[in-house]
T-cell receptor, first 115, second 116 residues
Framework: DAKTTQPPSMDCAEGRAANLPCNHSTISGNEYVYWYRQIHSQGPQYIIHGLKNNETNEMASLIITEDRKSSTLILPHATLRDTAVYYCIVRVALLSGGSNYKLTFGKGTLLTVNP | GAVVSQHPSWVICKSGTSVKIECRSLDFQATTMFWYRQFPKQSLMLMATSNEGSKATYEQGVEKDKFLINHASLTLSTLTVTSAHPEDSSFYIC????????????FGPGTRLTVL
């Protein structure tokens, strides 16, 4: 399994961009990078995923380096409600072809957005 | 996005009793469901993976006779904690994925189990 490394915690001022880094130096060519977040005592919430190209949706942007060994999740305008643990996950294929997989969670980054 | 519900949201039981937790996909058919456990201040740990109509696949170290998983329909999976003990107290989270959804895996809100 490709492991991920994230800083245990980060702080961000409300209204500013939050940039959450993730290292996944052992990622394989056909493995995706997923980001989820978990607000206290709730189930994880999907944010975004990517393979090679940068991705953007209504929640965030995902920047993946050209060598795919690291990525950065960007919350462009952080709010207090974005305070959560953010998990960077590399999708592990259970069967060849990638149609079945499981998500293995690491320790994540606790992002605290301050007023 | 797709919605996954869990019931109950919290439960308190006496040691030695069994507890059943339901997980439902509300607007899609979940061909695969996952059960996770999360202890305080720790990350989610995958317990088992189940495909509709077949036996669950348990992760190493998870007792299949203690944590019974049934995925009898495309919208419902149940986790039964048999003969619960205080060390089974935890936050149990289910997750579901539809074959046609492709990449996203949708999580339920979790069930807080406290065993006295």
């Amino acid at each position: 399994d490709a492991k991920t490394t994230q800083p245990p915690s980060m702080d961000c001022a409300e209204g500013r961009a939050a940039n959450l880094p993730c290292n996944h130096s052992t990622i394989s060519g056909n493995e995706y990078v997923y980001w989820y977040r978990q607000i206290h005592s709730q189930g994880p919430q999907y944010i975004i995923h990517g393979l090679k190209n940068n991705e953007t949706n209504e929640m965030a942007s995902l920047i993946i380096t050209e060598d795919r060994k690291s990525s950065t999740l960007i919350l462009p305008h952080a709010t207090l409600r974005d305070t959560a643990v953010y998990y960077c996950i590399v999708r592990v294929a259970l069967l060849s072809g990638g149609s079945n997989y499981k998500l293995t969670f690491g320790k994540g980054t606790l992002l605290t957005v301050n007023p | 996005g797709a919605v996954v519900s869990q019931h109950p949201s919290w439960v308190i039981c006496k040691s030695g009793t069994s507890v059943k937790i339901e997980c439902r996909s509300l607007d899609f058919q979940a061909t695969t469901m996952f059960w996770y456990r999360q202890f305080p201040k720790q990350s989610l740990m995958l317990m088992a993976t189940s495909n509709e109509g077949s036996k669950a696949t348990y992760e190493q170290g998870v007792e299949k006779d203690k944590f019974l998983i049934n995925h009898a329909s495309l919208t419902l999976s149940t986790l039964t904690v048999t003969s619960a003990h205080p060390e089974d107290s935890s936050f149990y989270i289910c997750s579901a994925r539809e074959r046609l959804q492709g990449h996203e895996q949708f999580f339920g809100p979790g069930t807080r189990l406290t065993v006295l």
